[in-house]
């Protein structure tokens, strides 16, 4: 469990990092988030945190469709995060919440005139899906929400009760994940996570204008494949059928890491097991996060002294 959080300012004792019952965000979803992990390497004695700086630039932005006005840069809410991990000591992957907040204790429906909070606590954390050889996956009945009513690249924490929605009506039918359509009828992602499917050779992912979360990992994800393992990228629309018939297929995300997709509506996907290439470019991600590869060593922030050998 926790011990602090970076909360009014500072790196407290987490039992004082409460808010009222009569703040904004609470009553009108008027808050945005991050998710970033950082991950233990025994042999090294170190943890690494993956793309640290984009995932603080990506928070920003979220607040900015709420019209958020935070005194921080990308690189001051990363020393601050570094300072909270080497407060709590974890040898174990943990994963990190940083939330903007209207923190007004007012009643009203608006964005603006209100005063913005950052608050920011990791946790211990371990697999997202449980099964992430092999994902049991449905397609929802609700669709994703569209950028003309709810902007969903910002992960705002409004529009989540979409993604819960999604989330409990898979799982209460016996699903691990749910795949999601946009208003037009095609697919967007998870309920919290970027999708790719294999097709001859071809990884496709859908664009970011078809409703999705603009993935740090889904861009990691990508290059990897291309630059690693010589597989193509496409990016573009995806009908539901095309699902069904597809090589391989996988989420992939913060949360999820990379999750192979075994079967989507009791269809199985390829021989219905994790793929090649989908297994490739999860050894891969593993290896890379960990700080096993050298040349990916700067998407990856050091929490400990390193020290030096030789």
Not at 25 to 31: K, M, N, R, V
Not at 180 to 193: C, F, I, P, R, T
Not at 216 to 233: F, K, N, W
């Amino acid at each position: 469990m926790p011990r602090f959080a970076y909360f009014e300012g500072a790196i407290r004792p987490i039992e004082e990092a409460r808010i009222s019952v009569r703040t904004h965000a609470l009553h009108y979803g008027t808050g945005w988030f991050g998710g970033l992990r950082g991950y233990w390497n025994q042999e090294q004695g170190q943890m690494y945190v993956f793309r640290i700086v984009d995932h603080f630039r990506r928070f920003l932005n979220s607040g900015k469709l709420l019209m958020a006005n935070l005194p921080y840069t990308p690189e001051e809410l990363a020393a601050i995060t570094l300072d909270l991990l080497r407060a709590e000591g974890y040898q174990e992957d943990c994963y990190i919440r940083p939330l903007g907040y209207k923190a007004d204790e007012v009643i009203g429906v608006r964005i603006h005139d209100l005063h913005d909070a950052v608050a920011i606590f990791a946790t211990p954390f371990g697999r997202y899906i449980e099964d992430e050889e092999g994902a049991r996956v449905c397609f929802s009945s609700w669709r994703r929400v569209d950028d003309t009513a709810l902007p969903p690249r910002g992960k705002l924490s409004g529009s989540y009760v979409n993604s819960a929605l999604i989330k409990s009506e898979a799982v209460l039918n016996g699903f691990d994940e749910a795949l999601v359509l946009n208003q037009d009828g095609h697919v967007a992602e998870g309920s919290a996570e970027n999708v790719f499917i294999l097709r001859d050779g071809v990884l496709i992912t859908p664009p970011v204008h078809s409703n999705l979360l603009e993935g740090i990992t889904r861009r990691s994800v990508m290059e990897l494949a291309q630059s690693e393992l010589g597989v193509p990228v496409v990016e573009r629309e995806i009908d539901r059928s095309e699902v069904y018939v597809a090589d391989e297929a996988f989420f992939c995300g913060t949360g999820v890491q990379v999750v192979a997709i075994a079967s989507v509506d009791h269809r199985p996907i390829g021989s219905g097991k994790i793929g090649p290439v989908t297994r490739s470019l999860r050894d891969l991600y593993f290896r890379v996060v960990r700080g096993q590869e050298a040349k990916y060593r700067q998407w990856l922030s050091p929490v400990y002294e390193e020290v030096a050998v030789g």
